[in-house]
C-alpha cells in the first residue's frame, strides 16, 4: 500500500464519524479549489493541486462506509506485520531486592 494515511489528509483520527469526515472534506475542498483560493503563483497552485487530489482520494475512500471498512483492516493488517517484523527488546530483569541495602546511620560528634 503505496497511499498516505487518508485520515491523516483529512486531518482526522481513525474514530471520526461519517459527518466528521464529510465536513472536513468540504472544508479542504474550499480551501484547495482553483475557484476559492488566493493565488499564491504557479506552484504554490500546482501544491494545492496535488493536495485536493489527495483530499479527493481520501474521500473516495473513506466517504464509502465499506471501502473505509476495507481501508481500515488494512492498515491494521500493515500494522501488525511492522509490529512482528521488529526485533524484540530484550528486558532486564531486577531483582526483587535492592542490590544494596544499607541502614541507619549514626554520627558521633
Excluded: C, K
Amino acid at each position: 500500500m503505496n497511499e498516505p494515511n487518508h485520515y491523516a489528509v483529512l486531518g482526522l483520527p481513525p474514530q471520526a464519524t461519517q459527518a466528521d469526515i464529510g465536513r472536513a472534506y468540504r472544508a479542504l475542498l474550499r480551501l484547495h479549489h482553483p475557484d476559492t483560493r488566493s493565488d499564491g503563483g504557479a506552484s504554490q497552485g500546482e501544491r494545492s493541486d496535488a493536495a485536493l487530489q489527495a483530499v479527493f482520494r481520501a474521500y473516495a475512500v473513506l466517504g464509502d462506509p465499506a471501502r473505509r471498512t476495507d481501508y481500515d483492516r488494512e492498515v491494521d493488517l500493515l500494522s501488525r506485520r511492522a509490529r512482528a517484523s521488529r526485533p524484540a527488546v530484550r528486558r532486564i530483569a531486577w531483582p526483587v531486592q535492592p542490590p544494596i541495602v544499607a541502614g541507619p546511620v549514626h554520627w558521633s560528634p
